[in-house]
């Protein structure tokens, strides 16, 4: 028997917590123009409370499929883990599935609106009430100082400045 949850019109009350086994974090950018490189923020917390969505994730949670780009990924002329070692999202929600906030990169903060889809809430097996957020955004990375590219031997370079950041978020209503 499956069942079908039903899309939310609206951010439900109360305060909601991120329950990172069951949610995701990510970013996804055109490389060489033909393919894609991406990765995960593993080490994020969310929290949804009266419609404001807060959401922060140390850079060192980084994670890519070699080492050697995320050690890369770390460095000044990307997200500078060691001088800027934390990136975060503030926002209110404006509309169904929609948060007009600001999203610090970098130590640069800039307005963002990440828009999607609210479900539930349903209740799991063991009593606890769940939501889902399903939110996406496209930043311009130069605007937050991630300029590192390189030039590509035919013309072009080897990263887009867009960036598409996606949160996929389970969350759990605290007591």
Known sequence: MSTTIEQQTAVPAGTWQADSVHSSVGFAVAYLGISTF????????????????????????????????????????????????????????????AFEGEITIKG??????????????????????????????????????????APLPGGGFALANDVKLTAELTLVKAA
């Open 108 to 149: 640069v903060t800039k307005p963002a609106t990440l828009a999607g889809t609210v479900s539930g809430p349903v209740t799991d097996a063991y009593g606890n009430e769940r939501i889902a957020l399903r939110l996406e955004t496209v930043i311009d990375r130069t605007e937050f100082g991630i300029e590192w590219n």
């Open 38 to 97: 991406s990765g995960e923020l593993k080490g994020f917390e969310a929290t949804l409370a009266d419609g404001t969505l807060t959401g922060k994730a140390p850079v060192s949670s980084i994670e890519v499929k070699d080492e050697n780009l995320k050690a890369h990924l770390s460095a000044p002329e990307f997200f500078d883990a060691e001088q800027y070692p934390e990136l975060s999202f503030s926002g209110t929600a404006t509309a169904p599935g």
